[in-house]
């Protein structure tokens, strides 16, 4: 799904990746660690389509709407309640039967109680896991994420756990994160940035 040849990337004179090879096969469960600064988030960035590599050659075989992204910044709306914002980006993507699609996420990742409340007096694992909510609510063949378990609880990192593993195979996932660990089960491969 990911081809990835001496890729490399670059903001004006400072280089932030450097002949990145990657092969990430269909249903995939791929890794990257390294430490901060490293180019795992731009690695990500180019990976969802958000940037354009300054050299080298890469393939995504996934149209932009196919792809799940999960940044830093949860990319919700503050001033609107967790269901109105995943309503919107439902619309958006067109999500077939979306209310329900909606719900069973809310309840999922135990927002189902405060679905009606605004997001900005959510605290930030509370968003995060909204955010979690938005990018798997239009069933994305790739799942790119970047750090998702910041901010979470142990409790929400137990409900994001239970969902990469039930979609392990089913979903192409390319995940950056300093626990490899807390992955290491469903990884089928890891590429470590230096």
């Not at 180019?46 to 354009?52: F, K, R």
């Not at 409340?117 to 799942?143: F, I, K, N, W």
């Not at 490899?180 to 470590?192: C, G, H, I, S």
Request: net charge neutral.
């Amino acid at each position: 799904m990911i081809r990835a040849r001496k890729v490399g990337k670059r903001f004006g004179d400072k280089r932030v990746l450097r002949g990145v090879d990657l092969d990430v096969a269909r249903g995939a469960f791929a890794v990257v660690t390294g430490p901060n600064g490293s180019g795992k988030t731009t690695l990500l960035r180019l990976c969802a389509g958000l940037a354009v590599p300054s050299e080298g050659e890469l393939e995504v075989d996934a149209p932009r709407a196919a792809v799940g992204y999960l940044a830093h910044e949860p990319l919700v709306y503050r001033e609107l309640t967790a269901l109105e914002n995943l309503d919107l980006y439902g619309r958006l993507y067109r999500v077939p039967e979306r209310r329900e699609r909606i719900g069973m996420l809310l309840e999922r990742f135990c927002l189902w109680d405060v679905r009606h409340d605004r997001v900005v007096s959510y605290s930030r694992g509370m968003t995060q896991r909204l955010a979690l909510c938005r990018v798997l609510l239009h069933e994305p063949e790739l799942l790119v994420l970047d750090e998702p378990y910041t901010a979470l609880d142990t409790a929400g990192a137990e409900l994001l756990d239970a969902q990469l593993a039930e979609l392990h195979g089913e979903r192409t996932v390319l995940v950056s994160t300093h626990d490899p660990d807390r992955v290491a089960q469903l990884a089928t491969q890891q590429l470590a940035l230096a």
